[in-house]
């Protein structure tokens, strides 16, 4: 007899009353909490590493905690280490960072979303074949395409600039994302499209007023994915961006590489830890709408 039966005909549930901490539940914590430390002890040997000096490096545990902590070391990595022939830190390339991001971001997603909505919902002849093609382009390694984009890009005169590394990023993260919005659109109720045309709604009323507001969770997940992809890129800032342009990344690959006598991993550890800083952060705040967003249907279809 269900509890609901149970309850409806007055009958007190009976039987033994479930128990919270089982041997398997015990089994599920010891392993969630082992997979923790395993995955966050690189992050706190970092982190301590960052906040001693080299003499206690050289002399120390790994493991063991600072006897001085000091954070004069990530004031250097952030403003006076030395990448290359100059010493002014990772800020000037956290700053183009967070420009080629900012620009980068918003042109790949509502382009993306433009091109999911039409797939969805007004095809046209040869739909198939440009949604096979945008998949097919999201599985091509963008090591093989890198000569042809200088190329191109040099004919126009954008190769080494802000706007260069910008269409680079929007273009290469556009199938993707538009796999991603083709399939949450594909999911939606078709019933909504076509009350909306009834109505006489067109293809950029249907899309602002009906398609846009639902789909918040997916751009959300597009949102992160997109931050953390263009954030955390090398190559194409190393080849892309010029000089002036040059992303956080390369800058942290900059102060590693460049040393002048003995090298500061202190300085080379918070370095690191503020280049990552940024997705980790995107991460923390957003996790739990990515979470959703994918559970709104980021992978049915």
Not at 164 to 188: A, C, D, E, K, Q
């Amino acid at each position: 007899m269900s509890v609901a039966t149970a309850n409806s005909l007055g009958v007190e549930p009976s039987g033994p009353k479930p128990r919270r901490l089982t041997p398997g539940r015990i089994g599920i914590y010891a392993f969630l909490i082992m997979a923790a430390v395993f995955f966050l002890l690189p992050l706190a040997v970092m982190i301590l590493t960052s906040m001693k000096s080299m003499n206690e490096i050289r002399g120390g545990n790994i493991f063991a905690l600072p006897t001085q902590p000091t954070f004069d070391y990530w004031i250097k990595a952030w403003s006076s280490a030395c990448t290359g022939v100059t010493c002014s830190g990772l800020a000037p390339g956290f700053f183009n960072s967070v420009k080629i991001t900012l620009l980068a971001v918003p042109i790949s997603i509502i382009l993306s979303m433009i091109n999911g909505y039409a797939l969805s919902f007004w095809r046209f002849r040869g739909s198939e074949l440009m949604f096979g093609l945008l998949v097919f382009g999201a599985f091509v390694p963008f090591q093989v395409l890198v000569y042809p984009i200088i190329f191109g890009l040099s004919r126009v005169g954008l190769f080494g600039t802000l706007p260069g590394i910008v269409i680079v990023h929007s273009v290469f993260g556009m199938p993707i994302l538009t796999l991603l919005f083709r399939n949450f659109f594909s999911s939606l109720p078709s019933e909504l499209f076509k009350a909306a045309r009834v109505d006489g709604a067109g293809f950029w009323r249907i899309f602002f007023s009906v398609m846009l507001p639902m789909s918040v969770p997916i751009t959300i997940v597009a949102v992160i994915l997109q931050v953390t992809g263009i954030w955390n890129d090398f190559i194409f800032g190393l080849v892309f961006a010029g000089r002036e342009n040059l992303p956080m990344t390369v800058q942290l690959n900059n102060i590693v590489r460049t040393s002048t006598g003995t090298v500061e991993y202190s300085t080379n550890m918070a370095a690191t830890i503020l280049t990552g800083a940024v997705p980790l952060i995107v991460y923390f705040v957003s996790g739990k709408w990515f979470v959703r967003g994918i559970a709104a249907g980021a992978v049915k279809g």
